[in-house]
């Protein structure tokens, strides 16, 4: 069934369990589908008015479609209580401390991903929309000493593989959604708002462009809401290192910085 329904690669730690909801949900529908249809073709014939000339005003008396109903209520549940609601408790009650993951803020705007990391002191400085500017999209504070070292980049958000990110979510404009389909990440951004959303991704870009053997193949960030005339082109991209890979990268961008 997962080969069938197309699924993007998976690249985070919570993408097994997403993808078994999918596939179960999906051989439910399946079955469904099937059996009420192979019902109404049934009835067609059962209740055709050849075969009934007279209308039979008491109706059908077996008890055969109760018990299916009452059986796919009970599979309904199983998959709400068994599945659905555990795998979301897991993403909004078990974040990981801000010690031990990558933190970074993404901005959305119409129409790009603004991203923001603390730098080395692991403090975002301080952000004030009158500060928004052509050249200073989030608005930082200059003057902020917990924003010298801050990194921010457009459409591009690097991070460590085997290690969690912790995601805050927010949007300048209107509402936007963070999606990274691999990681099976997907959240609105709301103008006013501070959202987190976590994953751990497994599989740095490198790993998955030979995986796939695709040598341009790139983890997109695609804004998931029509959010306006170019919502069409807010894409950016996530690149998943090897954690060395990721501290030069990082040591890079606040060597640029400094040089500025
Ligand atoms: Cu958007």
């Given at each position: 069934?997962?080969?069938?329904?197309?699924?993007?690669?998976?690249?985070?730690?919570?993408?097994?369990?997403?993808?078994?909801?999918?596939?179960?949900i999906?051989w439910l529908m399946a079955v469904l589908f099937v059996g009420w249809g192979a019902f109404f073709?049934y009835v067609?014939?059962r209740f055709?008015?050849?075969?009934?000339?007279?209308?039979?005003?008491?109706g059908a008396k077996g008890k055969l479609s109760k018990g299916i109903e009452v059986a796919i209520v009970i599979a309904e549940m199983v998959l709400l209580i068994?599945?659905?609601?555990?795998?979301?408790?897991?993403?909004?009650?078990?974040?990981?401390?801000?010690?031990?993951?990558?933190?970074?803020?993404?901005?959305?705007?119409?129409?790009?991903?603004?991203?923001?990391?603390?730098?080395?002191?692991?403090?975002?400085?301080?952000?004030?929309?009158?500060?928004?500017?052509?050249?200073?999209?989030?608005?930082?504070?200059?003057?902020?000493?917990?924003?010298?070292?801050?990194?921010?980049?457009?459409?591009?958000?690097?991070?460590?593989?085997?290690?969690?990110?912790?995601?805050?979510?927010?949007?300048?404009?209107?509402?936007?959604?963070?999606?990274?389909?691999?990681?099976?990440?997907?959240?609105?951004?709301?103008?006013?708002?501070?959202?987190?959303?976590?994953?751990?991704?497994?599989?740095?870009?490198?790993?998955?462009?030979?995986?796939?053997?695709?040598?341009?193949?790139?983890?997109?960030?695609?804004?998931?809401?029509?959010?306006?005339?170019?919502?069409?082109?807010?894409?950016?991209?996530?690149?998943?290192?090897?954690?060395?890979?990721?501290?030069?990268?990082?040591?890079?961008?606040?060597?640029?910085?400094?040089?500025?």
């Open positions: 069934m997962q080969e069938l329904l197309g699924l993007p690669a998976a690249a985070s730690s919570h993408a097994g369990d997403i993808d078994q909801m999918i596939v179960l999906h073709v067609l014939v055709s008015r050849r075969a009934n000339p007279k209308a039979d005003y008491a068994g599945y659905a609601i555990p795998a979301w408790a897991k993403r909004v009650q078990q974040f990981p401390s801000e010690g031990e993951a990558t933190v970074v803020r993404v901005v959305g705007e119409q129409f790009a991903w603004n991203v923001q990391y603390p730098g080395a002191d692991g403090k975002f400085g301080r952000t004030d929309v009158k500060l928004v500017s052509a050249d200073n999209p989030l608005g930082l504070d200059r003057s902020d000493p917990d924003g010298k070292d801050d990194v921010t980049t457009i459409n591009q958000l690097n991070v460590p593989v085997d290690r969690p990110v912790l995601v805050q979510l927010s949007s300048k404009d209107v509402i936007h959604s963070f999606g990274l389909y691999e990681m099976r990440v997907k959240q609105d951004a709301i103008p006013g708002l501070r959202i987190p959303v976590w994953f751990i991704p497994t599989v740095t870009t490198a790993d998955m462009r030979q995986k796939l053997g695709k040598a341009d193949f790139d983890y997109e960030i695609t804004c998931s809401q029509l959010c306006g005339l170019g919502h069409f082109r807010m894409r950016g991209f996530l690149t998943v290192q090897s954690a060395t890979d990721y501290q030069k990268w990082m040591a890079d961008q606040l060597k640029e910085k400094a040089g500025n």
